[in-house]
């Protein structure tokens, strides 16, 4: 397959100029390079306590007055990162004759060992769900208001999917 036909599943709604661009970096092998040059070193946020105290850093920061989080962790059932990175939840629970409901972040496992840039932007992208719950120019300017790169990251954490599905993880060890 020549990179002039070559179609990537998690950059299918970007143009086909584009996707001839990152054809040509992964037929000129390429793509590790220019990833490890932008992205080092992977993020240190291993544990899922650790998850929590990064998510409710960038939460304290941009939306203190937002609904709680009662949940954050590295989800390995995210398995299907075409359709989703991370989710958020709103679980509603009875507890006795009261009715409680928690928020919930969950991010796919696979971004333990991302880049921190990715794992940032995964973890706005489910907090702005706190405010927005729709994927409308409100969640988005909200996203960009906590993460100004936010735009760029997602593209870049495609190609880093994109990566992971042709050659395996981006970092050593």
């Given at each position: 397959m020549n990179s002039e036909t070559r179609t990537f599943k998690y950059l299918a709604g970007y143009s086909e100029e584009i996707q001839r661009k990152v054809a040509q970096l992964v037929d000129g092998g390429k793509l590790t390079e220019a990833l490890l040059k932008k992205y080092p070193a992977p993020h240190d946020v291993r544990t899922d306590a650790a998850l929590y105290d990064f998510t409710m850093e960038i939460k304290?920061?941009?939306?203190?007055?937002?609904?709680?989080?009662?949940?954050?962790?590295?989800?390995?059932?995210?398995?299907?990162?075409?359709?989703?990175?991370?989710?958020?939840?709103?679980?509603?629970?009875?507890?006795?004759?009261k009715l409680k409901a928690k928020?919930?972040?969950?991010?796919?496992?696979?971004?333990?060992?991302?880049?921190?840039?990715?794992?940032?932007?995964?973890?706005?992208?489910?907090?702005?769900?706190?405010?927005?719950?729709?994927?409308?120019?409100?969640?988005?300017?909200?996203?960009?208001?906590?993460?100004?790169?936010?735009?760029?990251?997602?593209?870049?954490?495609?190609?880093?999917?994109t990566h992971l599905d042709l050659a395996g993880p981006l970092y050593a060890g």
């Open positions: 304290n920061e941009y939306l203190k007055k937002s609904q709680p989080v009662s949940k954050v962790i590295f989800d390995p059932t995210i398995s299907d990162v075409n359709r989703a990175l991370g989710l958020h939840s709103f679980v509603s629970r009875v507890q006795g004759a928020n919930e972040i969950r991010v796919a496992s696979l971004f333990k060992t991302a880049p921190a840039a990715f794992l940032r932007m995964i973890v706005v992208h489910e907090l702005a769900h706190l405010k927005e719950k729709e994927h409308n120019k409100a969640f988005y300017n909200l996203c960009e208001h906590m993460e100004p790169e936010y735009h760029q990251l997602e593209f870049d954490t495609r190609l880093y999917l």
